[in-house]
């Protein structure tokens, strides 16, 4: 779960991180207060939850109020890939000396926490990972022990000369850390991190990531959700078990388990179909999951096929069938259905269908041919 | 030979009088798995068909000399259930239990490591050898005695692959679902190297997915360690960035983690990655000379 | 440093450790009016620092307010093993089914943090170790880790068999050891922890002791010292930078060092001598610590002789040398002194308080046996 | 030979710009022991009479190879430092720094135990091999190189200890001070199989104090293990009940870990226990045959 750098900063306000002020608006009317108030040289930032606004036109410095209004009237409304603006901060524009990246990850190699540092701040650290991967710190953090101050230090070190830097960067460093843990994240990243003008170090902007897995233990973070429209629909899907995610393609897919359904979905793609979503309806499928998922692939307009790819295994395909019957029955299926059932209980699950009229398909590589074929009939 | 499990495995099941605890392990005693004991606190002195309950895992273990077990409860609970095992005396632990939070496998991997202990999951649907045992919740009907060594992030590809085996002829020696998060136990690397020196493996299936690097890492191990046959599938090539694809491992970040990378990493040391599963078992015979 | 019963019971209830409702009093018109409030049966509890009150009668139950008045009356005021009782706890008396200890602690051979249970509650643990260890329970807790569920489920398991029993002693446990922990505890006991009437598990009595080197880092564990007039004493004494403990005896001791203050305490003792107290002035002594260790014999009424034993090493002879010729033309010093200096510096240290006309000793034995020769002639 | 530090040590000081850190770092150094840096944050670059200082430990042992580290930070940040030490590669750290919180230590001993690092201290006056080698706050001149191996929980009575053998010929292969804390690092029962170990140790003195039932074990080890000659003082045969005598570790607890037990502990394994300190160099005189 993403959150925007608004939330990051309260993140880090919450945990004593220095971070300039700022006030979160959502219309021109409130920057112009906002900045009236500053009454002095502030940033207007675009908030989405997507990288390179920046580069987009979404972060604008202004020196008057006058600016800060034009500015949020250009950023208001732009879209940054994909992502309208709907709000934007107003930031104490503080006088920047040096910037830096720090940020804290799980590292999937070592099964450990990685501290990163760079003195490349303020551009995407995966630019810095890719051109200059030396330019990148990593550290790895004994999460029995957590954050020492020898380790802080350490990596502070690295950084700044200054003992008073140092030090700030120390604590800094300390309770990023906390934030991390206590959190649940899996990515919170200071960047840029700088020295400003009055030898402060402090945090300009924050990116966190927290782990869905463990959100049942972090309702604070939990409710810092914003989901878009798609996720809105991810997470009705995930409340009746299913696992959604919508594409562009046109060929509905419902499949058991994840591997399988991006390897149906790669599949499909091989033979020169495209997807329209991801759709995993999981392990013990009930009947009624396979209702459910029929009505989801049924509400997006652009499925033009379905196809279902089950291996049963602890999945009996006979449940599935008789879900997929109840689903034909309650509802105007006008689109064409390929189906593939193999494994447990697959016969008697063809058998349940058999009225149905469906395209029988002997493999998946077939299945995926005949969806495509059906698509293009519709098309 | 085989790996990790066989006919010496005494098996407790931890979560055994859960739903899909006492399902399981009805269907691994059937199968014929050694299963000496499952844990349940507050249900000890109670049994499953014959099968002892106890309320800890210290208990089954100095009562019932389980050296494996294998994990069915929530979430939440996994970690500190993974530790009880390895703090008894339990050897290898297969966690089957789906959406455990990343920093308690980071806890519990620093745990275990202290202890000695070995890791397969979460969220993984066990391993299996087949005629010998079968931990976790694999349908065994698909699996055959046979020379292959199989080891896959996803569950359910996992099946469809091993019927293609199956019904190509080509029998495992033991397949073993690493699981789908990010943090996980035994990875590629242990496993390769082990089907390495496991005389009953002839070839090796490595079914890989987006996310992390680890099969580039595989990759290399293999170009240095591995002298048998390996023979990839990665799932995923169609994933969007930024999107977790089911498991929580399954995500591309910043254009990182992608199947191409992958594809590229095995085909650049030499190992033939499937872009069909029903191509896999084709260059699997062809590799071990079975035309 | 110690805490009393009234406090440990505060400390359980700030970590949601269920313990009966109670009132701490200083006089029996206090008392009268917690019984009143509690309207059933109470218990009237002695609070001082010392084992055993309720052997000496400091613990008594009352079924009626006359009775909670006539136990008030008797126990405040009481000396239990030298402390006079000044106030009391009236607390509500709970049916207990059954009694428990359980207690944490660090053991210093495997220098790690140790859970104790038994079975065996509401007798003093040093009692059942004597008198039948195996009734004790010993579990080592990994701080890297905490206390797990699993560890607290294993031990809850040893003591109940009822699991709504074993549930509440795991939240129980995981909140003790967080007690201990995060107050840098060196020992905390529930003795007795119950089963009450209600099946409810609760903590009856609590006794803590906390690690002074850490009270630097607890201040509110630091606020809740209650010291006596001994420990008073050693407080301000210890503002000087002076160990300090006070004796029986006669023969007051000034020692750099606190293994040399109790070896020369034992040869003092071993020829016959009563050494009136422990003192250490420490390692690099200022004149200055002299001065103020001499004003602290020396308002101690006991001390008929003063024995100062020094062996120089970073503490340099003549540095006490000067301190002791500061305090001598300071103070009024009409009590013998006897001195030893070697190591460091003795010989300048001798010669600076050649004038004072004390008496020249050549080992540790021969200074005692002087001192107590002294002593007897004063007496 | 002799044990722990010799002319091999390469010492790197934790603290050498504070008072104490400074003045015993020249005191080390005149006594011929290898002092190859010293730790200060935020004074790297500068230098001690020669002796370069960094900000980090890191630093320290990549520029200059120390091996051994001694420690003179306030108490408050001694467990840091310590660690700072293992992580950076040290072998051998001697913490002088007395108040370290004893859960500091209990999370240090964890910490070292997993580096495979040991520790003297904290709340020791540090060891010394005499001739080659002297670490922490030690007077040099009462020392004498020799053959009695000496181990304390004390300081100054260990000066006292040390005059005595010295004044009657018996010098000294290694002296160490273990500290008086609680939970400290090397303990009599390491001491004494190095000791027992080393070929230039002939005799072993043992000091110890009231508190806890460190000296009880050593008498039971001393029994099974040693073979040497062992002669032990315990001090605080007049220490009351529940008072801590300076030492953290100086506390006589329920009626537990009083001199006249730990006196009884050795006597009874036939490990002489010398009443005064002057009669401790003539036992030992008795049992290495030298009268």
């Known amino acids: 779960m993403k959150i925007h750098e608004y939330q990051a900063r309260q993140l880090f306000r919450q945990y004593a991180i220095p971070v300039p002020d700022d006030v979160l608006c959502y219309t021109a009317g409130e920057v112009e207060k906002a900045a009236r108030d500053f009454n002095r040289m502030v940033v207007v930032k675009a908030q989405v939850l997507v990288g390179g606004r920046g580069k987009a036109g979404g972060v604008k410095l202004a020196k008057t109020v006058d600016e800060a209004v034009i500015a949020a009237n250009k950023i208001l409304g732009m879209d940054i890939k994909g992502f309208k603006v709907e709000k934007v901060l107003v930031a104490d524009a503080v006088e920047i000396n040096k910037e830096f990246y720090v940020g804290l990850t799980i590292d999937r190699n070592t099964k450990s926490v990685l501290f990163m540092a760079s003195t490349e701040g303020g551009v995407e650290i995966e630019e810095v990972a890719k051109e200059n991967p030396a330019a990148i710190l990593k550290i790895p953090i004994d999460t029995d022990l957590g954050m020492t101050d020898f380790q802080a230090r ?66 604070d973070i ?53 997807p329209a979503n991801f759709l995993d309806i999981g392990g013990s499928s009930s009947p009624q999951k396979v209702v459910d998922a029929m009505n989801l692939l049924m509400s997006d307009k652009h499925v033009k096929v379905i196809m279902i790819n089950i291996f049963g295994g602890i999945t009996r395909c006979d449940d599935v069938a008789r879900g997929l019957v109840t689903a034909l029955d309650q509802m105007k299926v006008t689109i064409p259905i390929v189906i593939r059932l193999s494994g447990t209980n697959a016969e008697e699950g063809l058998r349940i269908i058999s009225d149905y009229n469906l395209p029988t398909v002997n493999s998946l590589s077939e299945a995926a041919q005949e969806a495509i074929r059906l698509c293009n009939l519709v098309n | 030979m085989s790996i990790l499990v066989n006919k010496d495995t005494k098996l407790v099941v931890q979560g055994i009088t859960g739903r899909d605890g006492s399902f399981h392990t009805l269907k691994m005693k059937a199968y014929g798995t050694n299963v000496v004991s499952g844990v349940s606190p507050g249900k000890g ?99 055959k005695k046979g020379n292959v060594g199989l080891m896959s ?86 994933a969007p960035q930024g999107k977790r694809m089911g498991h929580a491992g399954a995500i591309i970040t910043s254009g990182s983690g992608t199947a191409e990378e992958k594809i590229a990493a095995f085909e650049a040391v030499g190992v033939p990655v499937a872009r069909l599963p029903v191509d896999l078992p084709v260059i699997l015979k062809k590799l071990m000379k079975l035309d």
Do not use: W
């Not at chain 1, 991390?180 to 020295?195: G, K, Q, R, T, W």
């Not at chain 1, 393609?249 to 994840?258: L, P, Q």
């Not at chain 2, 029998?171 to 035994?186: E, F, M, R, W, Y």
């Open chain 2, 45 to 143: 002195g109670q049994n499953l068909e014959g099968i002892p309950i106890f309320n800890t895992v210290e208990e089954a273990v100095n009562l019932t000399h389980a050296n494996t077990s294998v994990i069915f409860v929530p979430a939440p609970l996994a970690a500190d259930a993974i530790m009880e095992a390895a703090e008894a005396g339990i050897k290898l632990v297969i966690c089957i239990s789906e959406g455990v939070p990343t920093l308690d496998m980071v806890k519990v991997t620093s745990y275990l490591n202290k202890k000695g202990v070995k890791l397969i999951g979460a969220n993984c649907p066990g391993l299996i050898t087949p005629d010998e045992a079968m931990i976790g919740i694999l349908p065994v009907n698909i699996f």
């Open chain 2, 153 to 238: 992030r996803s569950g359910t590809l996992t099946y469809l692959m091993v019927s293609l085996l199956t019904s190509n002829g080509l029998g495992q020696s033991t397949c073993v679902g690493i699981g789908g998060d990010p943090v996980a136990g035994l990875y590629y690397q242990e496993l390769l190297q082990m089907f390495e020196d496991d005389p009953e493996t002839e070839a090796i299936v490595l079914i890989g997915e987006i996310g992390g690097d680890a099969e580039e890492r595989a990759a290399e191990y293999i170009k240095n360690h591995i002298t048998k046959p390996v023979v990839a599938f990665i799932a995923g090539q169609t």
């Open chain 1, 154 to 219: 350490k990596i502070a070190f690295k950084l700044f000369s200054d003992i008073n830097l140092v030090k700030q960067a120390v604590e800094i460093f300390k309770k990023l850390y906390k934030l991390f843990i206590e959190n649940d994240a899996s990515l919170v990243e200071i960047n840029p991190l700088v020295i400003t003008d009055k030898n402060r170090v402090m945090a300009i902007d924050g990116k966190m990531t927290f782990d869905d897995n463990a959100l049942f233990r972090q309702i």
């Open chain 1, 222 to 274: 939990e409710a810092l959700n914003e989901p878009d429209e798609d996720e809105k629909k991810e997470i009705a899907a995930k409340d009746k078990g299913l696992t959604y995610i919508r594409l562009d393609g046109n060929i509905g897919c419902m499949v058991n388990g994840a591997g399988l359904a991006m390897a149906t979905m790669d599949v499909i793609k091989y033979f020169g179909g495209n």
